[in-house]
DNA sequence: GCCAACGTTGGC
DNA sequence: GCCAACGTTGGC
């Protein structure tokens, strides 16, 4: 049985890590997640082989920037053992990690860079999550139609 | 810089 | 378990 292929949003600030990092550096783990849901969807629901559409947020403009790949299962974000970290736990430990991450490939940068002013033009992405009032997620689900239509949008 | 929305913390 | 206080996110 073909497993079903997901698709994702995740959040990025591109002063911190943008498309043009991930497309320089190929993959990158996807590190500082520190929100549980976002965690869950990584460890529990994303598979290798899920495609990302790479948003920068805090960015002017905020938008969809390209595509990556998720490339691993979820594994331990030792980031949030390191106490020289700016993502340092002091609750996590080898013993539990708490936090989680994935390894992700850079895909695309799209050619027409598809804003947030944009997404909300489209009646067809109306009840997309990222454009839901005080959505804060990082790590989201998208649905299949809604990843299709951002798609042809970034490739235009 | 503002601030609405949301998540987390901690006293009770 | 409630909820006020606080911290963060992220568009504007």
């Avoid at 002063?15 to 497309?23: A, C, G, M, P, Q």
């Avoid at 549980?36 to 290798?48: I, K, S």
């Avoid at 895909?107 to 027409?112: Q, S």
Wanted: aromatic letters at 8%; hydrophobic letters at 40%; one cysteine or more.
């Amino acid at each position: 049985m073909a497993p079903v292929r997901r698709y994702w949003l995740m959040k990025s600030e591109p002063d911190v890590f943008s498309i043009d990092d991930l497309e320089s550096q190929g993959r990158t783990s996807w590190d500082g997640v520190r929100n549980y849901q976002a965690r869950n969807f990584m460890r529990d629901e994303m598979q290798v082989g899920d495609l990302v559409l790479f948003y920068h947020s805090n960015a002017k403009p905020p938008g969809v920037a390209g595509l990556a790949r998720v490339c691993t299962r979820a594994h331990p974000d030792v980031s949030a053992q390191d106490p020289r970290s700016e993502y340092h736990d002091p609750k996590a430990s080898p013993d539990n990690p708490i936090w989680m991450m994935v390894d992700v490939a850079f895909v695309a940068k799209f050619p027409a860079f598809v804003s947030l002013d944009r997404l909300k033009q489209e009646q067809i992405l109306a009840d997309m999550l990222v454009l839901r009032r005080g959505m804060r997620l990082s790590v989201q689900p998208v649905e299949r139609d809604h990843f299709e239509r951002v798609v042809e949008l970034g490739n235009k």
